[in-house]
């Protein structure tokens, strides 16, 4: 009988980047993931006739990281593009300077493309919830009841915590250690903000952390911004994230110095956006239970995310 091999669930970065590993090296993998799309929180959504990045603004590449080809080859077929080295930074009251850092690359298409892209030719389901991963009294795992080689749980530890048995097998888990956010696209008829803008850090608001120009990111100069609110915020609409847009619109106007109202909001509510106290360990395997994505391998982002699941598809090849 053909070996069952590894399921992966999730198709975010770190699952795919772990059932690439997985299948470069001929082995068996499929990836499974409840959403309609992969992408997981670089995901975004068409909006007003375009893509609109709701989760992650931008990638970035640390120096000497391995995630560095993978990228410079997005770039080099027209998939990302350097965006910007230099973003505003304002408080609740308006702007205050700006701030230079690493080049932030973004994507005419919206960041769920580039994963798509790592996931050419895998086994991947779409809309399928896995509802349990067990082990037996050996160790093996299975996913819904069917036995599996391995199965990697690629997601943040709330959702991973879900799947797994409270005092069963598997990886122990920080379900409490992370933060929600909304992410509250604005749109208007035309650009009311500075050119030059990008992107601004907001720092000391209880309503926002961060406002990116996704016209200006994805180079169509769209009049429509991204704002992403704190966790405080966010933590009080869960119930009713809608709820919140008046008080971040508010807040954007003043940021920014903005008279008219935006024409149209689109709200996005993520209950797991980011681990408070990320791991420095690169992923957990106990047994053939393995878990990965960005609250590992800190600290949290993208590239830590590709790299944490890349660190255990090559940890399941060396220990099969
Ligand atoms: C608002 C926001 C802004 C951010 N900004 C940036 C940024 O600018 N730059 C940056 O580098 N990073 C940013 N990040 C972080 C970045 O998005 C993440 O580090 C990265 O996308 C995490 O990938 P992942 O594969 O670990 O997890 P995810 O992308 O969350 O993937 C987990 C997947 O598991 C699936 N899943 C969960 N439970 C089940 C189940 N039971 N059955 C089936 N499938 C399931 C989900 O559908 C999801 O697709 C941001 C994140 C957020 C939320």
Redesign the pocket.
């Known amino acids: 009988m053909d070996s069952p091999g590894t399921t992966v669930?999730?198709?975010?970065?770190?699952?795919i980047a772990c059932a690439r590993a997985l299948a470069d090296a001929g082995l068996t993998v499929r990836v499974?993931?409840?959403?309609r799309q992969p992408g997981?929180?670089?995901g975004g959504r068409t909006l007003h006739g375009r893509p609109v990045d709701l989760?992650?603004?931008?990638?970035?590449v640390p120096d000497g990281s391995p995630f560095a080809p993978v990228v410079a080859g997005w770039v080099e077929r027209g998939l990302a593009h350097p965006w910007t080295d230099t973003f505003a930074v304002g408080g609740p009251d308006g702007l205050t300077r700006t701030t230079t850092g690493p080049v932030r690359y973004g994507t005419a298409g919206g960041l769920r493309g580039l994963v798509a892209d790592l996931a050419t030719g895998l086994d991947l389901v779409q809309e399928?919830?896995?509802h349990e991963v067990t082990a037996d009294g050996a160790g093996r795992p299975s996913v819904d009841g069917e036995r599996v080689d391995a199965v990697v749980l690629?997601?943040?530890d709330p959702?991973a915590r879900r799947?797994l048995p409270p005092a069963g097998a598997g990886p122990a888990l920080d379900p409490d250690g992370w933060q929600p956010?909304l992410?509250i696209a604005l749109g208007w008829s035309q650009r009311r903000w500075p050119g030059d803008l990008h992107g601004v850090f907001v720092h000391d608001s209880p309503v926002l952390d961060w406002v990116a120009d996704d016209g200006d990111r994805r180079g169509d100069g769209a009049p429509v911004l991204v704002a992403?609110t704190t966790p405080g915020l966010a933590a009080r609409h869960l119930d009713e994230p809608e709820r919140a847009t008046a008080e971040v619109v508010v807040a954007v106007r003043t940021l920014l110095g903005i008279e008219a109202e935006p024409e149209w909001t689109h709200v996005h509510r993520?209950s797991s956006?980011?681990p408070a106290h990320p791991r420095e360990q690169p992923f957990a395997l106990a047994g053939r239970i393995g878990v990965c994505?960005?609250g590992w391998a800190a600290p949290?982002?993208?590239?830590s995310?590709w790299r944490s699941g890349t660190a255990l598809g090559e940890e399941l090849i060396r220990t099969r």
């Open positions: 669930i999730g198709s975010g970065i770190s699952g499974l993931d409840r959403g997981g929180r670089m989760g992650a603004s931008y990638l970035t399928r919830t896995v690629a997601m943040p959702q799947l956010s992410a992403h993520w956006a980011r994505g960005d949290a982002r993208v590239e995310a």
